[in-house]
């Protein structure tokens, strides 16, 4: 298992996304979205929850353009846990704005593929609109209200 500096090179790597790890220097921490973040050893702590931190994950993590063949579905799974706790998504990192902080980077459109599906077309006579909304179905209360304002505003 490769650390954390092992596989971050930020001349290379950084992502100025909001869905991506933050050092705040004035605070001397690091965050994601509105939730701070904590390392001990290879384990992350983001709201109160720990994460093992495989490469996969810490790809997601830090990396603007990640590498894809390193993610696994446990990687996936759980990146997504820490952006919707964290309401990374969001611009201002505020689900109520349901703006969100969406950019031209790989990290976006592996985000877009992976937590979002397209609208099916209506084929009844009816006007077709695409969009887009949350594909999954959280196991909290919490959770479920988070994703229901996402599908809500997409």
């Known amino acids: 298992m490769h650390s954390v500096v092992e596989i971050y090179d930020p001349k290379r ?13 004035a605070e001397k921490k690091y965050t994601i979205g509105n939730k701070d973040i904590s390392f001990d050893q290879n384990i ?4 109160n929850e720990e994460y093992t931190a495989t490469e996969g994950l810490m790809e997601l993590l ?4 990640p ?13 997504q846990k820490i952006i919707l ?14 703006r969100y902080n969406s950019d031209s980077s790989d990290k976006w459109a592996f985000i877009k593929s992976k937590y979002f599906v397209a609208k099916t077309p209506t084929t009844a006579g009816t006007s077709s609109t695409s969009g887009s909304s949350i594909s999954f179905i959280p196991s909290n209360t919490n959770s479920l ?7 809500i505003g997409s």
């Open 44 to 47: 992350i702590k983001v709201n």
């Open 62 to 65: 830090l990396k603007k353009s």
């Open 67 to 79: 590498d894809l063949n390193k993610i696994t579905t446990e990687d996936s799974s759980n990146y």
């Open 145 to 151: 209200i988070d994703s229901l304002r996402l599908s």
């Open 13 to 25: 790597h950084r992502s100025n996304a909001g869905y991506s790890i933050k050092f705040n220097k």
């Open 85 to 98: 706790c964290s309401n990374a998504l969001y611009q201002g990192f505020d689900k109520e704005s349901k």
